[in-house]
């Protein structure tokens, strides 16, 4: 069995927090296992928690949009959250769920050792950039932490709750995809 494989494993059986009771998949990760890049979200919505995919509802596909809009081919980028189970009514994670399932996230970083991460909306930003991440501030900026060069950009669901958002994310996405460019990634 592969680490990854193991890693899967640990996390389809864990009970660290009161989520797995009412989990149908595990949301562990999507894509390549070998990607220089990787999205980090908040949690699994109703979509991902039925599929065990990340990113597959409405703001996955949005996100699909945006990453062929500016060239970026999601089967060769990783994208996991920060939790692996749907909190009930798609509700903000709290701390504790937060901290009983970042082991997880971390090991899938050292496995990847990816070059780059994105995060997806506030929550990801405040758990992996800084508790005291302002998105609406501090989208686009890149951070660097430790190997890895950081940035956040909106969560697509939000982008889909105001519209209004949506040149920022273009923005963004853009500017990512220069900053891959210049890493050769």
């Given at each position: 069995?592969t680490?990854w494989?193991?890693?899967?494993?640990s996390?389809?059986k864990?009970?660290?927090c009161?989520l797995?009771?009412?989990?149908?998949?595990?949301?562990?990760?999507?894509?390549?296992?070998s990607s220089?890049?990787?999205?980090v979200g908040?949690?699994?919505?109703e979509?991902e928690d039925?599929s065990?995919?990340?990113?597959?509802g409405a703001?996955?596909?949005?996100?699909d949009k945006?990453?062929?809009?500016?060239?970026?081919d999601r089967?060769?980028?990783?994208?996991?959250?920060?939790?692996k189970?749907?909190?009930?009514?798609?509700?903000?994670?709290k701390?504790?769920e937060?901290?009983?399932c970042?082991?997880y996230?971390?090991e899938?970083?050292?496995?990847?050792n990816p070059?780059?991460?994105i995060c997806?909306?506030?929550?990801?930003?405040?758990?992996?950039?800084?508790?005291?991440f302002?998105i609406?501030q501090?989208h686009g900026?890149w951070f660097?932490k430790?190997?890895y060069?950081?940035?956040?950009v909106?969560?697509?669901a939000a982008?889909?709750?105001d519209?209004?958002k949506k040149?920022?994310m273009?923005?963004?996405?853009e500017n990512i995809?220069?900053k891959?460019e210049?890493?050769?990634?």
């Amino acid at each position: 069995m592969t680490a990854w494989e193991e890693l899967y494993e640990s996390c389809s059986k864990c009970e660290k927090c009161e989520l797995h009771k009412t989990r149908t998949n595990c949301v562990f990760g999507t894509g390549s296992q070998s990607s220089d890049v990787l999205f980090v979200g908040e949690a699994p919505g109703e979509k991902e928690d039925l599929s065990g995919v990340p990113f597959v509802g409405a703001a996955g596909k949005l996100l699909d949009k945006y990453l062929y809009a500016v060239g970026i081919d999601r089967e060769r980028v990783y994208i996991a959250n920060i939790l692996k189970c749907r909190p009930p009514k798609n509700r903000d994670p709290k701390p504790e769920e937060e901290e009983a399932c970042i082991g997880y996230l971390r090991e899938q970083v050292k496995l990847l050792n990816p070059k780059v991460i994105i995060c997806l909306g506030r929550i990801s930003a405040m758990k992996l950039i800084k508790p005291d991440f302002k998105i609406t501030q501090e989208h686009g900026k890149w951070f660097k932490k430790g190997n890895y060069l950081m940035t956040a950009v909106y969560h697509p669901a939000a982008l889909l709750r105001d519209p209004r958002k949506k040149e920022d994310m273009m923005a963004d996405m853009e500017n990512i995809k220069e900053k891959l460019e210049e890493l050769s990634v």
